[in-house]
């Protein structure tokens, strides 16, 4: 992030501290901070730099080199789906909060990145420096000069898209319903450099002993489920039940021992879904009651205005209003800042 800044022609150190972000902390390897910190810092650097493409250009720094033994594994799978779908059963040790998934369907395979963690800000900026690391990563693993067949963006088209052109070198759809890359499947039988098996079995062997850490906190292996679940209609409790091997009243019981159910779980992720479809996307209150597979949108908007207070579309106007105001008050102190320099 701190590159990131710099290119922009601006100080790290200055605008970290903006942020109310130690920039000591990069320094330490061994420290972590949230998902939800991590967003909002992301998001306010994106405000303090004036750059739309902010979460865009860290992504770019990002890839396999920066999933620590995650990403070995991925290196050392023998072929490429082998390595997408380790990525994909192991990213929740690099970060909490969102999740992977590789679909294939008519002759094309889709990676796609999904936010779960409830109330995260800045999920443009996310979801854009996640594709960009995932198209990293194919080049990594499939040369430096890969494209996917088409790049889809959960977000509004931006006023300046060159930037993701230059980048992705590929077809964009923007507001689309998640953030994913898509590639011909026959791609996933590529086998991938020849590595020491040995190597592998013994990255396996430690994120399994990290795996079995991870099951202590079950909650948070539910909303990663479910967060994907939400968009295939597969969101009964006896499906989720049955993906973790368990009846549907053993399920129950797992989250009531945490306070919680799997309604809430449910409500929690469809909510977060709608959250961002309003606040980032153009779809129409129709387009999200579908995508959410209500029957209708007086369905969607009664169980909207349950969860929050407010209609879908009171939300939106009062978000965008919101972000107007934002918009007028760093446009004023831009040219404030020209004024002072001239």
């Known amino acids: 992030m701190p590159a990131v800044i710099r290119s922009l022609g601006a100080d790290p150190a200055q605008v970290l501290a903006a942020a109310d972000f130690d920039i000591g902390l990069l320094d330490d390897p061994n420290k972590q901070i949230t998902f939800s910190e991590r967003s909002r810092l992301i998001a306010r650097c994106a405000e303090l730099t004036n750059c739309a493409h902010f979460g865009l250009l860290v992504g770019q720094q990002g890839g396999l ?21 380790s990525l994909v059963r192991y990213f929740h040790h690099h970060l909490r909060g969102a999740a992977l998934d590789l679909v294939v369907y008519g002759g094309l395979a889709e990676f796609s990145y999904t936010i779960y963690q409830p109330g995260t800000v800045g999920t443009d900026q996310i979801g854009d420096g996640a594709i960009a690391g995932a198209v990293n990563i194919m080049r990594k693993l499939c040369g430096a ?24 070198r590929a077809p964009i759809l923007f507001n689309a319903e998640r953030n994913a890359i898509t590639f011909p499947a026959s791609l ?14 013994l990255l396996k062997e430690k994120i399994d002993a990290l795996e079995a850490q ?15 679940a939400l968009l295939t209609d597969k969101t009964s409790l006896e499906e989720i039940a049955d993906l973790f091997s368990m009846t ?5 019981r797992r989250l009531e021992a945490y306070g919680l159910s799997f ?4 409500d929690e992720g ?3 879904i709608a959250r961002q479809a309003l606040l980032d996307t153009d779809m129409n209150i129709v387009h999200v009651a579908a995508l959410l597979d209500y029957a209708g949108a007086s369905s969607f908007v009664r169980a909207f205005r349950r969860w929050c207070g407010l209609t879908p579309m009171q939300w939106r106007k009062q978000h965008q209003a919101t972000e107007r105001r934002l918009g007028a008050l760093k446009a004023a102190s831009g040219a404030t800042r020209k004024g002072d320099k001239a």
């Open 145 to 168: 000069d890969w494209v996917p067949n088409e790049v889809l963006l959960a977000h509004r088209r931006p006023a300046d898209v060159e930037p993701y052109r230059q980048f992705f």
């Open 188 to 201: 996933l039988t590529q086998q991938l450099a020849e590595r020491e098996p040995i190597i592998r079995r």
């Open 263 to 266: 309604q809430d779980l449910v």
């Open 65 to 85: 080199h920066a999933l620590g033994l995650v990403g070995l594994l991925v290196e050392h799978a023998p072929d490429l789906e082998t390595g997408l779908r």
């Open 214 to 228: 991870f099951h202590h906190d079950f909650p948070e292996q539910v909303r990663r489920i479910l967060r994907s």
């Open 248 to 252: 549907p009243r053993t399920l129950d």
């Open 270 to 272: 469809r909510y977060e």
